[in-house]
């Protein structure tokens, strides 16, 4: 099953403090992370993407196209790339999403490719 990891940097002020990390471990080098994914062919894409404030925001309203520059959503956590992860069921999904660093300072969300 496919799995879109949408990699969020966390509001600031809500950041882990660096001791909590060091604590736990620390979290491992994106390459590194990046290295292991590839070599278990559990990654099939990914990539980091320019911040929001250089986001297009396109809708259609009555026929017309509105078209904003910037982050139109009002959140603090920011989306800072992507990765498409092939994984045997949400448990798997999970455990691999635990190992990106940014789990460790920021977030990860799991969402599974719809199916039909």
């Given at each position: 099953?496919?799995?879109?990891?949408?990699?969020?940097?966390?509001?600031?002020?809500?950041?882990?403090?660096?001791?909590?990390?060091?604590?736990?471990?620390?979290?491992?080098?994106?390459?590194?992370?990046?290295?292991?994914?590839?070599?278990?062919?559990?990654?099939?894409?990914?990539?980091?993407?320019?911040?929001?404030?250089?986001?297009?925001?396109?809708?259609?309203?009555?026929?017309?196209?509105?078209v904003?520059?910037?982050?139109y959503?009002?959140?603090?956590?920011?989306?800072?790339?992507?990765?498409?992860?092939?994984?045997?069921?949400?448990?798997?999904?999970?455990?691999?999403?635990?190992k990106?660093?940014?789990?460790?300072?920021?977030?990860?969300?799991?969402?599974?490719?719809?199916?039909?």
């Amino acid at each position: 099953m496919k799995y879109l990891f949408l990699i969020c940097t966390e509001a600031p002020g809500n950041e882990p403090a660096t001791e909590s990390l060091e604590a736990a471990g620390g979290p491992m080098d994106v390459d590194d992370w990046v290295t292991e994914m590839d070599g278990r062919g559990a990654r099939l894409s990914g990539n980091r993407v320019r911040p929001g404030t250089d986001a297009t925001t396109v809708r259609v309203r009555n026929g017309d196209v509105v078209v904003l520059d910037g982050p139109y959503a009002e959140t603090k956590e920011q989306i800072a790339g992507f990765d498409i992860i092939e994984a045997e069921n949400l448990d798997e999904a999970i455990e691999i999403a635990s190992k990106h660093p940014m789990a460790w300072g920021g977030m990860v969300d799991v969402r599974p490719f719809w199916v039909e």
